[in-house]
């Protein structure tokens, strides 16, 4: 196998994980003003619903695909065979999903044509092969492919999506782009795959596998989506959920840089699980941790100082309850970013999914109970609350258990520097914001002052990830 570069796959990925998000920050403020909270509210809604059933649609056989590809990169036949009996197992899920679903929609009063359009984003999942390409370190055709679509579908929405009345133009917008984009990849399969005789196939041999995989990501759901779904009905307000779901987008765009690196590493320690070379392993991982500190201390304290002053401008009026809670989801940057490194990276390719269903259902349980409790009381702040509680358990809870393979003193030592450059940045912000006023220029000079800061105390500290960092990139460009 043709080694590719980490770095590169992770700029990749980046871009990736950005453009999957790009809409919604490009959009957000043109959609919050014609489709108002209650419009965003009914659409969250409805897709916390059909993403129950695309749930049971993937199973896990996304996280199974790339990691078997990753196992069997260097050779035509075996990933031939991984692929084909991936996907046709997936076929058959993905078809039952969407069947159940269309019936389910079918007999709902609320909200039906929305039910009915969102099929589209079943049908997205039925044509998803982005795992095999994941598996195989080649994020370029996935990114391309993306960018396309994502492209596409800003302008339509621009261009179609004008009236409240017109929430089903844009609710079309969101399943239909996303299916074709998926459809699309397929075009590229030739390249790396070939003919698999019939009698070879075994699809259903590793259902028990994909079945323990699927637990996990079902626990997962419950503190990422069952949240706006307990929102809508405890509390009744489609507005409650507006303000949550635009939270939620902001703080999910920013964590993406973080988690982004999560894809590109799979596939590379599924690599050398398979060649046994454990030491090589523990030093991606460790510098997989100072990764999640060095980026994810930035900007959790970045969003938490920026946010009285970017949501005013950026939502428009109506919106202020999206401050705090942006300011305390912004602590998931952190929590999502060290469980990923623990669970995706590691336990996921070292064939110890078991543990990892076991912490993220420890975590699921504990959100759905403080759901209960905190959203009937404090609504979508209790809801906030209750996630970020969640994920920090998840994460202790993970170091522990594997604290014989990846010391937890060390993880935390991985991030001193980080800690330290964070604190003095906030303390410098403070001043900056309480004389600033709402506006694009003064969030520009909030967010720049605030990495000017926290770079310069990382020079000063002679940070040998950011040092080693910004050696690599100076070579490069001197190459040039």
Known sequence: MVQRSIKKNYVFNVFYQILTLITPLVTAPYLSRVLEPDGVGRVSFVESIVSYFSLFAVMGISTYGQREISYVQDDIEKRSKAFWDTKILGFCISGIAILVYVFFALFQKDNSTIYLI?????????????WFFQGMEDFVKTVTRNAVF?????????????????????????????????????????????????????????????????????????????????????????????????????SKMLLALVTALGAVMVPRIGYLFEKGDKEDIRRYMYRGYRFVWFLGIPMCFGIIMVAPNFVPW?????YDKVVPLLQILSLLILAIGINNVTGIQYLIPTKKQNIFTMTVIIGAVTNFCLNMVLIYFFKSIGAAFASVTAESIIAIVQLIIVRKELSPAQVIKEGIHYYIAGVIMVLVLIPITKLLTPSVFHSIVIALSGALVYFLVLLLEKDEFLLSNIKMVTNRLIKR
């Not at 969102?118 to 982005?130: M, W």
């Not at 459809?183 to 698999?196: C, D, G, H, Q, T």
């Not at 950026?314 to 109506?318: H, L, Q, R, S, Y």
């Open 314 to 318: 950026f939502f428009g009026a109506g």
């Open 118 to 130: 969102l099929t589209f984003n079943l049908v997205a999942n039925f044509f998803d092969i982005t």
């Open 150 to 250: 994502k492209i596409i579908q800003i302008i339509y929405i621009f261009s179609f999506v004008k009236r409240k009345e017109d929430i089903l133009l844009y609710v079309l917008g969101i399943g239909l782009f996303s299916a074709l984009g998926n459809l699309s990849l397929w075009a590229y399969l030739p390249k790396y795959i070939k003919r698999v005789h019939v009698s070879d196939l075994r699809p259903f041999k590793d259902f028990k596998v994909v079945w323990s995989l699927f637990i996990p990501t079902v626990a997962i759901q419950i503190y990422t989506v069952l949240d706006k779904t307990m929102i809508g009905l405890i509390t009744d307000s489609s507005y409650e959920n507006g303000y949550y779901e635009q939270a939620l987008k902001m």
